[in-house]
């Protein structure tokens, strides 16, 4: 089988995407479709230098989490034919919720290891202003698994909690209550918007971002070059994050089916407090943004010339309960392991998804990955940087690709949580290491 390699990444800036109020979304003016192709455009006449066409593309695989609507792709060639590629290259839409963007990778790099192919593109993009997650009229839910009359009633299947993912998330912190504390989950937040604003100040970001035209908050008339992501918060510190009010409801007051805890196991175990923990300041926000990696074949690479950022190792995912979708990274990145024959400590970096901060705590105490602080998420996370749903995993990738190379490091891995209860799971190694 041919070995498969990451030869270029690029991504846009991560907008705060607001479904409220759309002026106030720098990207409120620009389809999705659109933010695609400025990644396209920038990697193979910018990066690659023409070094490789257009028509030398096998395919490209893009994961897109909401595919309707404004956000319909036409299986993902929209984006193409705003980059001008040629009407003989393909493409496929992928849907694994929040893990598309990696699943698209995996495909991707599936197809390659096999023969298929020899240059795939995998891209992905979600705009939270445009199409947003929640209470959107194109989103329509079957509501008989719920229904305890209908013949397709599912009583393990926790619909409203399953459908939401703030519920997801609290209900995985009563999971583990007695291992963190709410003042866990905020400091992490804090965590991750410092390391993110400490990087963009020193210029890191500008190695991987691409910036787009959009316009000022408020005022779609007027022009913004947008540069950097703009959900990092400035000065965020645990004072003011353990302000931010509560956005879930704990199991007890309804939260989630079967609850886990009665109100005063659950309010002695939280500090006194009875009201739910799941919060802005520890959980990602609504952001718009589009993120692409090239992948090649070691003998297409060669042929061309080219130097790689990081050579696939495995790829891994799984299943979990969607009702704490949020453990999905760890029989994911386990998978992945396993197929490789390498140990958690083998890792010397990671990127775990913090959709939530408690996932990504979760999976540091359930992989017991040791010295995490200097080791997961060392750049930030989509806490700070953001979480354009689908985008977020090459997003991921491809900066733990840069991680390596500036760490002189060897492996890394980059896993996520699903919607919908999955995980998704990528092992990278540096070539130079």
């Not at 291992?179 to 991987?208: I, T």
């Not at 950022?309 to 704490?324: F, K, N, T, Y």
Request: glycine share 8%; with cysteine; proline share 5%.
């Amino acid at each position: 089988m041919k070995e498969v390699f990451i030869v270029e990444y690029a991504r846009t800036p991560f907008s705060r995407a607001r479904p409220r109020n759309p002026e106030r979304d720098a990207f409120s003016e620009i389809p999705g479709g659109r933010l695609v192709a400025e990644t396209l455009n920038n990697i193979i006449d910018v990066r690659l230098q023409g070094k490789i066409k257009r028509e030398e593309v096998d395919q490209v695989m893009m994961g897109l989490c909401n595919n309707f609507g404004d956000n319909f792709s036409l299986s993902g060639r929209l984006a193409d034919f705003y980059a001008k590629f040629p009407n003989k290259i393909p493409a496929i839409s992928i849907d694994q919720q929040c893990g598309s963007g990696m699943t698209a990778i995996q495909h991707g790099f599936m197809s390659i290891k096999l023969g298929y192919e020899d240059i795939v593109i995998a891209t992905a993009f979600e705009h939270q202003t445009r199409e947003p997650m929640h209470n959107n009229p194109h989103i329509k839910i079957d509501t008989a698994i719920a229904d305890s009359s209908s013949r397709w009633y599912n009583p393990d299947f926790d619909l409203a909690c399953s459908l939401v993912m703030i519920q997801t998330a609290q209900k995985l912190f009563e999971m583990r209550i007695d291992q963190f504390s709410k003042q866990d989950l905020d400091q992490y937040g804090v965590r991750s918007h410092n390391l993110a604003e400490k990087y963009l100040k020193a210029g890191y970001f500008k190695d991987e971002i691409i910036p787009v035209l959009g316009h000022m908050e408020g005022d779609i008339s007027q022009e913004l070059l947008v540069e950097h992501d703009l959900a990092i918060r400035e000065g965020a510190n645990l004072e003011e994050t353990q302000k931010t009010p509560a956005i879930s409801k704990p199991g007890w007051a309804g939260g989630y089916l079967h609850p886990l805890l009665d109100k005063k196991t659950y309010t002695s175990k939280n500090g006194g407090n009875p009201d739910g923990v799941i919060t802005p300041g520890n959980s990602s926000p609504l952001n718009a943004g589009a993120a692409t990696v090239m992948l090649m074949s070691k003998e297409k690479m060669e042929e061309k010339g080219l130097t790689p950022l990081a050579r696939i190792v495995e790829i891994g995912w799984a299943g979990v309960d969607p009702s704490v979708m949020g453990r999905g990274p760890i029989p994911a990145t386990q998978f992945a392991l396993k197929k490789t024959d390498m140990k958690v400590d083998d890792i010397d970096f990671w990127e775990i998804n913090e959709a939530f901060t408690i996932v990504t705590l979760n999976a540091v105490y359930e992989l017991e990955i040791q010295n995490h602080q200097n080791t997961v998420n060392v750049r930030g996370g989509s806490t700070a940087i953001g979480h354009p749903i689908a985008a977020t995993g090459i997003r991921m990738t491809g900066t733990l690709a840069r991680i390596l190379k500036e760490e002189k490091a060897q492996f890394g891995c980059a896993t996520m949580c699903c919607g919908g209860g999955q995980g998704t799971a990528i092992i990278i190694e540096n070539p130079e290491a």
